[in-house]
Nanobody, 120 residues
Framework: QVQLVESGGGLVQAGGSLRLSCAAS????????MGWYRQAPGKQRELVAA???????NYADSVKGRFTISRDNAKNTVYLQMNSLKPMDTAVYYC??????????????WGQGTQVTVSS
């Protein structure tokens, strides 16, 4: 069984920073892409940032230049460094990972979500 466990959310003032972490554990053969999504109240879940196993990244336009995604493959962990936070960044943040539990079987897994609240 595979689990993704997030940490690092909280309440911060506008202009502040937070760092989210997400660790994958369980029966893991290989992890391909990892990423972060967010969902604000009354809105659809949206991609924030993603990173491939080789380190290539992509970001939502709204966070470019402020957020940085990274990963530690040895620890099966993905990070999201969020700087210059704005009230519009307030949302529940979810990590996701494309995981092979055996060479021929791949599935997408999600964390439970962590709340990020940015006050003005």
């Amino acid at each position: 069984q595979v689990q993704l466990v997030e940490s690092g959310g909280g309440l911060v003032q506008a202009g502040g920073s937070l760092r989210l972490s997400c660790a994958a554990s369980g029966s893991i053969f290989r992890i391909n892409a990892m990423g972060w999504y967010r969902q604000a109240p009354g809105k659809q879940r949206e991609l924030v940032a993603a990173i491939t196993s080789g380190g290539s990244t992509n970001y939502a336009d709204s966070v470019k230049g402020r957020f940085t995604i990274s990963r530690d493959n040895a620890k099966n962990t993905v990070y999201l460094q969020m700087n210059s936070l704005k009230p519009m960044d307030t949302a529940v943040y979810y990590c996701t990972a494309e995981i092979f539990v055996i060479p021929a079987y791949r599935n997408d897994y999600w964390g439970q979500g962590t709340q990020v609240t940015v006050s003005s």
